[in-house]
């Protein structure tokens, strides 16, 4: 087929490479414009872009295309029997969706009609779901409400971060976007119930609240690993959390029995949620508790806690700020 991919970040690689890898004529990619990144504010290409660049394939970056007639002129122009969307970034106009001969198919990183929108993936961890996949839509004008063609599921454990999740959903979506334009199932209009919104994330939602119970909170560090990342304050300066171990029997305000040989905090009625409760980083939470073992300060590289805390030591008794 003539198909033309619309994608930009990390995850929409892999499904550019299997649509090439299964024999599909790409003739051209949309992707974000290049940009300043870095300390250095070097101008960037996405790394869809850089795919594109290495496989020969021409790409247009255009800033917006709502109101740009000659943009949606030049789509229609390619004459694609199918766009293929992963995590573009820009809304597709109405002349756009109708422009290729079957339409536009998007590789959404939920199990629609849960987690329309931006963040499904860190979303779906932060909420605790037990399990989340890849959904092939056919695209529409509203977010997300396209009927469905394809879907597929993987299991969300204990350990899983946005991370490891995205790279799994990312290879998952190059599978089925392959599966679909093969089989071309029909579609199925989306269930009207069990609809949630996945909202953009930004970098302030990656502050940690110690008021809150530890099982939230270590879904909130593993749902905003890397981005938007999670952190609390040390005697007013920034302390990046990057990982925790959740520990279940430590419970808020109650103290906790001698464990790991650690000096721990008396039994003080003030002890409250963001409490250091012994000499291993160890969190007083709303309920719970969790214990920091890979952090980042300011100015230093990330590390893990034990080697943190041979530089920095922090006492049992110290409050970790909001």
């Known amino acids: 087929m003539r198909v033309v991919f619309m994608g930009s970040p990390d995850f929409s690689v892999p499904a550019l490479r299997a649509l090439i890898a299964a024999g599909h004529e790409v003739v051209a990619v949309y992707c974000q414009p290049p940009r300043p990144a870095g300390r250095g504010q070097a101008v960037r290409r996405c790394p869809v872009h850089v795919a594109a660049d290495e496989l020969g394939i021409p790409v247009h970056t255009p800033v917006r295309l709502r109101g ?136 302030d939602h990656g502050r940690l609240d110690w008021t809150q119970d530890a099982a939230a909170l270590d879904r909130r560090v593993r749902a905003f690993d890397p981005w938007p990342g999670t952190f609390t304050t040390l005697d007013g300066a920034v302390l990046k959390v990057l990982a925790v171990q959740f520990v279940p029997s430590w419970s808020g305000l109650t103290r906790p029995s001698q464990a790991d040989g650690n000096e721990m905090v008396g039994s003080s009625p003030t002890m409250t949620g963001g409490m250091v409760l012994d000499n291993a980083l160890t969190v007083a939470c709303g309920q719970g508790a969790l214990r920091l073992t890979r952090v980042q300060a300011p100015g230093r590289a990330a590390m893990d806690a034990a080697a943190f805390l041979r530089g920095r030591p922090v006492p049992a008794g110290t409050v970790l700020g909001p």
């Not at 056919?138 to 991370?163: H, N």
């Open 68 to 203: 740009d007639a000659e943009a949606q002129a030049v789509f229609a122009a390619l004459n694609a029997d199918v766009a293929v969307v992963a995590a573009y970034g820009l809304i597709l106009p109405q002349s756009m969706l109708d422009a290729p001969r079957l339409g536009c198919l998007n590789i959404h990183a939920s199990l629609l009609p849960r987690w329309r929108g931006a963040g499904p993936i860190q979303a779906a961890i932060l909420a605790g779901d037990a399990e989340t996949g890849v959904t092939i839509m056919q695209m529409e004008a509203g977010l997300d409400t396209g009927p469905m063609l394809l879907r597929d599921s993987v299991p969300i454990r204990s350990d899983t971060t946005a991370a490891t999740l995205h790279d799994a959903l990312a290879e998952m979506g190059g599978r089925l976007i392959v599966r679909a334009l093969a089989e071309q199932p029909v579609a199925i209009p989306q269930p009207e119930d069990g609809v949630t919104y996945a909202p953009k994330l930004e970098r």
